[in-house]
């Protein structure tokens, strides 16, 4: 599945400046500034959970200075062992559809909340090269996940249901450029969310053409 729900879809929060934040014509400086900005300005945190891109992502976000203040930390759970062990995912994923599918990123993005603590988690694994691609799930495969858990309200009363989105794309370019794209959509897929415009598959497919002009979003 390309959506995962576990119930109503909760309100992304607004943020001043929207269209700066999810400008298609942003570099990647500012949209980790954006990013950074809005995600203080709501107080809430992020963590993230990557496995073909090896802290590439994570990398990124600590690049700016004070990022502590809203970047928790992450995990690299390259093997399959390790994404069960360290963010739960159910070990009968890997059977079913294999590690690089929409219910694995999904069940990574959702860990990463569980485990940090956070409002926001991103799950990525796929296919980088240049080996180990097949013709189900080629060299440039890659699927995302992105999760969100709306804090409590301040009323007290209990939080909406964790939201979770997936979208699969297939990057063109050696493993560098592959591991970069990855990088480049996931942060498209956060500030898209924080500025309101919430997360469907068409906006999945703006992240693709905005972002990384090669790659074609496989629905």
């Not at 298609?24 to 949209?31: L, Y």
């Not at 928790?72 to 070990?91: D, F, I, M």
Request: charged share 20%; aromatic share 8%.
């Amino acid at each position: 599945m390309d959506q995962q729900d576990n119930g109503n879809q909760p309100i992304p929060p607004a943020v001043s400046s929207s269209d700066r934040l999810d400008g298609g014509d942003s570099d990647r400086a500012t949209r980790l500034r954006c990013l950074a900005e809005a995600l203080e300005a709501h107080g809430m945190r992020l963590a993230v959970a990557e496995s073909c891109t090896g802290g590439l992502l994570a990398a990124n976000l600590t690049e700016r200075a004070g990022s502590s203040a809203w970047f928790v930390g992450g995990w690299v759970t390259y093997s399959n062992a390790a994404k069960q062990r360290e963010l739960a995912v159910p070990t009968r994923l890997f059977a079913e559809v294999g590690a690089v599918s929409a219910e694995v990123v999904a069940a990574m993005a959702a860990g990463a909340v569980r485990q940090a603590g956070t409002e926001y988690g991103v799950g990525i694994s796929g296919v980088a090269g240049p080996d180990g691609g097949s013709e189900s799930k080629p060299v440039g495969t890659i699927w995302l996940g992105w999760a969100f858990q709306p804090p409590v309200a301040p009323n007290g009363s209990a939080s909406a249901p964790m939201e979770t989105f997936t979208a699969r794309y297939r990057f063109d370019g050696d493993r560098h450029a592959i591991r970069e794209a990855s990088v480049d959509v996931a942060l498209r897929g956060l500030c898209a969310h924080l500025a309101g415009h919430g997360w469907s598959k068409a906006q999945a497919a703006e992240w693709s053409a905005a972002f990384w002009p090669v790659a074609g979003l496989k629905l």
